[in-house]
């Protein structure tokens, strides 16, 4: 990364777009060096532990530099472009997109000639390699200039043409990870991606060139043989690296299982009322253009039972050993993601209208299928529900989120034999799972809200009398 000296430059760096965010994946640049660009105009797409942001920058200019090319994780506080404010003409240095060309495109003597004085940019993972040690930089420290020995620089100056110095391999740090743990050596690969990138294919086929196990590794003396070296076959494996969502979603889940101990409750419900009144709420002129579902009135139910039962709706303070009762339901909704589970919630859901939140829940459910969930709307959740049933599952046993003390999870709907009445007739029914935080809601409490939900969806006129 460069920081420009110029006083007429602005350097724009990553920001904590969530609350505590450590770093964030540069997932596409919409700018390139040379393009003008105005307050307000989004110039790339992150994705951080929550979502994926798109940010705007805050100058009108020209755009100097691109400091990290995509799919580069950089640390919040990290400048990533460099926008020069009075419009000044680009520099003679390539954007983003050109560092990643191999060092030997161009002759030792045309980058003599044109290599500026000063530091120069270097992206994180390029350049040429200038000691085995690898080290990630801290906030605020610029990357080091790969600049040639003492010796090649007298050579360039006029007394001959040395040898070039060996250019580091091209790879992406997830890719330069990979080849660490299979043991190869990346200046041994050869690269098939685009200008000369090494890609995880290029690692894999390099550690089994023949479709074999690498060959174990010898014993040292007087000591226990070693286990052999692990291989991977890229046609029998797939390796996906851990980040953004996904792995604050691990994190989170794994925080979550071993610090709130975790009681679960099940009920089999008849659901055959609530869906008929989805049906006549279809035709209601009221609901005209909104998402009308089982989900918004199971929704609905639970809002209804945490009014009964105030005490669910709170949540455990290690810190200062209290319990914090919550007067506001902001109900979460897990959803699935290409970039994996996240939970956004409905702000005070609690004093919406039915229409009103099939408004919300509408929005919700569009906003995370178009991966435009904000980490806002993932903040400050009380409440969650998770709707296994869409994946034709009966049940599940969920985890809390993390700070929430009650999920409920709904399992799918199927016509079953059913005792109505007297009499066995087809009913629709599904099993809801409760899920909650024992310490500070006992058994009674649970069973308590899980059965209100139950009674609601069996007869859905309680909406009235008990709202």
């Avoid at 890229?234 to 980040?243: D, G, H, L, Q, S």
């Avoid at 979550?256 to 659901?271: R, Y």
């Avoid at 009650?406 to 029914?429: E, F, N």
Wanted: charged residues 20%; aromatic residues 4%.
């Amino acid at each position: 990364m460069t920081t420009m000296t110029d006083t007429s430059v602005r350097e724009f760096k990553m920001p904590d777009v969530g609350e505590g965010l450590t770093e964030a994946e540069i997932l596409k640049w919409y700018v390139q060096v040379g393009d003008t660009v105005t307050d307000g105009q989004v110039v790339c797409e992150v994705e951080t532990a929550k979502a994926a942001v798109e940010l705007p920058i805050p100058y009108d200019g020209v755009v100097r530099a691109l400091h990290f090319p995509e799919g580069t994780t950089v640390d919040v506080g990290t400048s990533i472009i460099a926008i020069d404010v009075n419009g000044g003409a680009a520099p003679t240095s390539a954007p983003a997109e050109a560092a990643q060309a191999p060092a030997a495109a161009a002759p030792v003597a045309d980058t003599a000639e044109k290599k500026p004085e000063g530091r120069q940019p270097v992206l994180v993972g390029y350049g040429v390699a200038t000691s085995s040690t690898k080290r990630r930089p801290r906030k605020g420290v610029e990357v080091p200039v790969q600049q040639a020995s003492a010796a090649v620089q007298t050579e360039l100056n006029g007394h001959g043409t040395p040898p070039v110095p060996e250019s580091r391999p091209l790879a992406k740090p997830p890719v330069r990870k990979l080849a660490k743990d299979l043991g190869v050596d990346l200046t041994t690969v050869i690269p098939s991606g685009p200008d000369g990138i090494i890609t995880r294919e290029d690692v894999h086929a390099a550690a089994t060139p023949t479709g074999t196990p690498a060959p174990a590794t010898p014993a040292p003396v007087a000591a226990v043989p070693a286990a052999p070296a692990a291989s991977y076959d890229a046609a029998r494996e797939t390796r996906i690296p851990v980040k953004g969502v996904r792995k604050a979603t691990a994190a989170a889940m794994v925080g979550s299982a071993f610090t709130a101990p975790h009681v679960t409750e099940f009920v089999t419900v008849d659901v055959t009322r609530t869906l008929k009144l989805v049906e006549d709420l279809k035709q209601d002129k009221d609901f005209a253009g909104l998402r009308v579902n089982p989900l918004l009135l199971i929704a609905k139910a639970l809002l209804v039972a945490i009014k009964r039962n105030p005490d669910i709706n709170a949540s455990w303070d290690e810190a200062n050993q209290e319990i914090v009762l919550k007067h506001y339901v902001n109900l979460g909704i897990a959803a699935a993601t290409p970039r994996g589970l996240i939970v956004p919630n409905i702000k005070d859901a609690d004093a919406k209208t039915l229409p009103q939140l099939a408004e919300a829940l509408g929005e919700l459910v569009a906003t995370a299928k178009e991966g435009r969930t904000s980490p806002a709307a993932m903040q400050g959740g009380t409440v969650t529900i998770t709707n296994v049933g869409v994946f034709g599952v009966d049940t599940g046993t969920p985890i809390l989120p993390p700070g929430e003390s009650a999920i409920l999870a709904v399992g799918a709907i199927k016509l079953q034999p059913w005792v109505h009445k007297g009499k066995v007739k087809p009913r629709q029914v599904t099993t809801l799972a409760l899920s909650f935080d024992h310490r500070l809601i006992d058994g009674e409490l649970g069973s308590k809200v899980l059965a209100d939900v139950a009674a609601i969806l069996e007869q859905p006129k309680k909406l009235i009398t008990w709202a």
